[in-house]
């Protein structure tokens, strides 16, 4: 079983960054394809970005040219940096490891963009 722990979430003003984490409990990152999706209330969970265990990477549209998915090996964390950050970004954003019928997602990071 893999277990996910997020962190990273908060308030920030419009425009502003935000970088979130997620922390791994065991080398998965070449086996697992690593994830993040955003949750409104009311709504299904959508892609925001997606790196593959070959290393490809794909965004959500809303999201591209703003927000950049990356991984260290090392540390067994995947990070979203999220920058030009909107109001409508404003979501519970999880972690997610999937490999063939298996998902596994962390329990969530709070994101705010207010003024």
């Known amino acids: 079983q893999v277990q996910l722990v997020e962190s990273g979430g908060g308030l920030v003003q419009p425009g502003g960054s935000l970088r979130l984490s997620c922390a791994a409990s065991a080398s998965i990152f070449s086996i697992y394809h690593m994830g993040w999706y955003l949750q409104v209330p009311g709504k299904q969970r959508e892609l925001v970005a997606l790196?593959?265990?070959?290393?490809?990477?794909k965004y959500g549209d809303s999201v591209k040219g703003r927000f950049t998915i990356s991984r260290d090996s090392v540390k067994n964390t995947v990070y979203l940096q999220m920058n030009s950050l909107k109001p409508e970004d404003t979501a519970v954003y999880y972690c997610?490891?999937?490999?063939?019928?298996?998902?596994?997602w962390g329990q969530g990071t709070q994101v705010t963009v207010s003024s």
């Open positions: 790196i593959t265990s070959g290393g490809n990477i």
């Open positions: 997610l490891a999937r490999r063939e019928i298996y998902d596994y």
